[in-house]
């Protein structure tokens, strides 16, 4: 297929020289529960670096990633505080991608002339395979897998030794730089946090794709346009042989610049770039899913039934495979691989999860929709009545869209954490003549769960699509939507006991 585009070259990035890690004096800032962490210090060890770790949560709140590390030989721990020597002396700093650039101890590293880096920048610089990566505010951990998922199945032909998955989807590939060749291709989700610390190095994939772009970890970055920035290094350190795949719903992002050659993708009637013809296009010009889509080339239009294709719910997902049909077309995938893998593709957890039934109504785990416009997208992809569980941790986003949403398409809400005032608030301030939503309020995760259970009738959706961050009252995402599975299980087995 790619013979059809413009001189795509299966390239890795232009690295260069990296200095040996061997006898470096090297602190890693925050180790963290999710694994990125443990894989940069088990890798440094490897290379022979004297490695210092350093958190400020104490060793009991690290249980997990200490024991991953016990065998691994580390200079020293400095947990439950930091000690600052360890950014005046060292050689070289780690740092967790969700630390904020503008830390105190990055501060003093910065002013003693020592460079700051991160686990996906220590990968990269070392990477001899091409990149495809994916960002976005939404749906980037599944378009990542999805992309990741056809490139799998067609592994092993020519051109295409091995494909590998890592970044934000919470795969650290640093242990198998070893075995990644030039022959292949490794598929990565990138965040905000990582892409700022990359445009340090001048570094942006092979095949850039970017899902959306809305206002998101305004908590992190200090300005909406710095957040824009930050994403746009996946455009700015490409070449013309590169390429890259843009939401053609998307305003903002049709007018981000850069050298690569473009394709789209697009699901709605109204095109925001009218100069990338090539791409997925729907082929109705109705919002929503179409009869079929249309892979548009120079020489070729070929229509793919890909809404036919998908077990998974939502506009959202069949943007998102829409997506990763784009990148495939540059990589010469043959279609009924992508056929294959796209109707073999189940859910990511946590992303419109289907979790279970109980007495008629059906539970959904969206615990990822961390941002209202993911809300949003869960709440549209069901036409059944909605008991909603959102709210959380307030990351000063705006949430008067999902708020709106949530008056016209849910019969009940049961509001949790910090955002629940102000999400109550809009949702009175839009109610018309009495109508709109029964609201509720949780006090913990299992009040929140029961009192859904306890307010809804068969044949509605028990929805968990919060549309904030998990932080006040959970772990991270993952806890949150693992507790509502939990629940679902506990409740459907009292009720086959009953």
């Not at 809305?214 to 350190?237: C, E, G, I, V």
């Not at 398409?409 to 629940?420: D, E, F, P, S, Y």
């Amino acid at each position: 297929m790619s013979k059809n585009l413009p001189d795509f070259q299966k390239r890795a990035f232009a690295r260069r020289a990296v200095e040996s890690l061997a006898g470096r004096r090297v602190t890693v800032l925050g180790l963290g529960t999710l694994g990125g962490a443990v894989q940069a210090v088990k890798f440094l060890a490897a290379q022979g670096a004297v490695v210092t770790v350093t958190d400020a949560k104490p060793a009991s709140k690290l249980a997990a990633s200490l024991s991953e590390l016990a065998q691994t030989p580390i200079h020293r721990f400095v947990l439950g505080g930091h000690d600052d020597d360890d950014f005046r002396k060292a050689d070289l700093i780690v740092a967790n991608p969700a630390v904020r650039p503008d830390h105190r101890l990055l501060k003093l590293a910065r002013s003693f002339g020592i460079p700051i880096t991160t686990e996906v920048q220590l990968f990269l610089e070392r990477c001899p395979a091409p990149v495809a990566a994916v960002t976005g505010s939404n749906g980037k951990s599944t378009t990542t897998a999805m992309l990741h998922r056809i490139c799998e199945l067609a592994s092993g032909s020519p051109g295409l030794r091995r494909t590998w998955l890592g970044g934000n989807i919470g795969v650290s590939l640093l242990d198998q730089l070893p075995a990644i060749t030039s022959d292949d291709l490794v598929v990565m989700e990138l965040s905000s946090f990582q892409l700022y610390w990359l445009n340090q190095i001048e570094w942006s994939p092979n095949i850039a794709i970017v899902t959306n772009f809305s206002a998101n970890h305004l908590d992190w970055h200090d300005t909406l346009d710095d957040y824009r920035s930050a994403k746009q290094t996946m455009f700015r350190w490409q070449n013309e042989s590169d390429v890259v795949v843009i939401n053609l719903d998307e305003p903002d992002v049709c007018q981000w610049p850069g050298p690569a050659q473009r394709l789209g993708f697009q699901t709605g009637s109204n095109c925001s770039d009218v100069t990338t013809k090539y791409g997925v296009f729907s082929e109705s010009k109705q919002e929503g899913y179409s009869p079929s889509q249309i892979l548009r080339l120079p020489h070729a239009e070929i229509r793919l039934p890909v809404s036919s294709w998908l077990q998974v719910r939502g506009v959202h997902n069949l943007q998102n495979a829409m997506a990763a049909i784009a990148a495939a077309s540059v990589l010469d995938i043959p279609f009924d691989i992508i056929e294959t893998a796209l109707r073999s593709y189940q859910a990511l957890p946590h992303r419109l999860e289907f979790v279970g039934a109980c007495a008629g109504r059906e539970f959904y785990n969206d615990s990822l929709a961390t941002t209202p416009e993911s809300a949003i997208l869960g709440l549209q992809a069901f036409t059944q009545p909605v008991i909603l569980l959102a709210g959380g941790y307030d990351k000063g986003v705006d949430l008067s869209s999902m708020s709106k949403l949530i008056s016209q398409a849910c019969r009940v809400v049961v509001l949790m954490g910090q955002t629940a005032p102000a999400i109550h608030e809009q949702i009175e301030q839009n109610r018309q003549s009495g109508g709109g939503p029964e609201v509720i309020f949780a006090s913990s995760p299992h009040d929140a769960f029961t009192k859904a259970w306890e307010n809804s009738q068969p044949g509605e959706v028990i929805l968990l699509s919060p549309g904030c961050a998990s932080y006040d009252w959970f772990v991270n995402f993952r806890d949150r939507g693992e507790q509502f599975r939990q629940f679902v299980r506990e409740l459907a087995k009292t009720h086959e006991e009953q």
